[in-house]
């Protein structure tokens, strides 16, 4: 059980593990290589907890301090009390949610473990983002992911990352929820998901696509979405080596949709309509 420390010196090195949030190349190269990410406002916190993720320290505004009181007293970790002021000044922001924690990160699953878990079934639909850079579009991906049926999310080694403080936040805390874990490479990676019996489908405007609702009429028993980044969408070895290029109809004069919206879509249009059954591995 931890009391809260009250720190007023926004230089003490106890915060160290908070300094500096708003500077994203410097959070991005420190946050895992020391093994650790931000959890920031109370529900995202607990959520973190709920999943397991250890606590490391809090960082808490004397406003929050009384919601977060079950936690913090039950907590071994360090809790900071810090004025507004403070925590501006060691974050870089106004911190509007008034609580931060540092959670250690936990190690990430194998690949083929999270497309074939020993203990439930494996997931129907999978979701892989491909060299998305942007932090928030990832963020919104998940959450996407968590209310629309996707069971697992692939990142590919260019992705930005999940536990990065701002994708956390927009996904609301899904990041935390749904397995998910990093590919060594890519688009090789695409022959583990057909080995695990997915069938592949790249959203891409070029090739020869079918339309998101002939995909979703196929309802396949296992499928793995593959989304790319803005601008490039995704590399030609991606479309080359996939089962299916999939393009959503548009109108308006509209020819493509953000990634984060175009996630929604598919998965919210290829969602399961009937009962899972096994799926034997593709040749």
């Not at 070895?237 to 990634?259: E, F, H, K, R, W």
Request: hydrophobic share 45%; with cysteine.
């Amino acid at each position: 059980m931890s009391a809260p420390v009250t720190v007023t010196d926004p230089d003490d090195p106890r915060l160290s593990d908070y300094t500096a949030l708003t500077d994203v190349a410097l959070r991005t190269r420190r946050e895992p290589a020391e093994g650790l990410f931000m959890a920031e406002g109370e529900k995202v916190i607990r959520r973190a907890l709920a999943a397991g993720y250890p606590l490391r320290s809090v960082l808490v505004t004397p406003r929050w301090a009384e919601a977060m009181r079950d936690l913090t007293e039950r907590t071994a970790a360090p809790v900071y009390l810090v004025s507004e002021d403070v925590a501006r000044r060691v974050t870089g922001y106004h911190v509007h949610r008034g609580a931060l924690a540092a959670m250690h990160r936990t190690p990430l699953p194998d690949p083929a473990r999270l497309l074939a878990p020993p203990d439930r079934p494996a997931p129907r639909r999978v979701a892989v983002l491909e060299d998305i850079v942007d932090h928030a579009n990832v963020g919104a991906a998940f959450r996407s992911a968590a209310a629309l049926g996707v069971g697992a999310v692939l990142v590919t080694p260019r992705c930005a990352d999940p536990l990065y403080r701002r994708s956390v936040k927009v996904s609301m805390g899904a990041v935390l929820q749904v397995p998910w874990t990093r590919l060594a490479s890519w688009p090789a990676g695409i022959s583990l998901l057909r080995g695990a019996g997915y069938t592949t489908a790249a959203l891409a405007l070029g090739g020869d696509p079918i339309t998101l609702d002939e995909l979703a009429a196929r309802d396949d028993p296992r499928l793995a979405l593959i989304l790319g980044t803005e601008g490039h969408g995704l590399a030609p070895q991606t479309l080359a080596a996939a089962d299916l290029t999939v393009t959503i109809p548009m109108s308006g004069g509209v020819d493509s949709l953000n990634v984060a919206a175009a996630a929604a879509v598919a998965f919210y249009a290829t969602r399961p309509r009937q009962a899972s059954g096994p799926a034997a591995p593709r040749p």
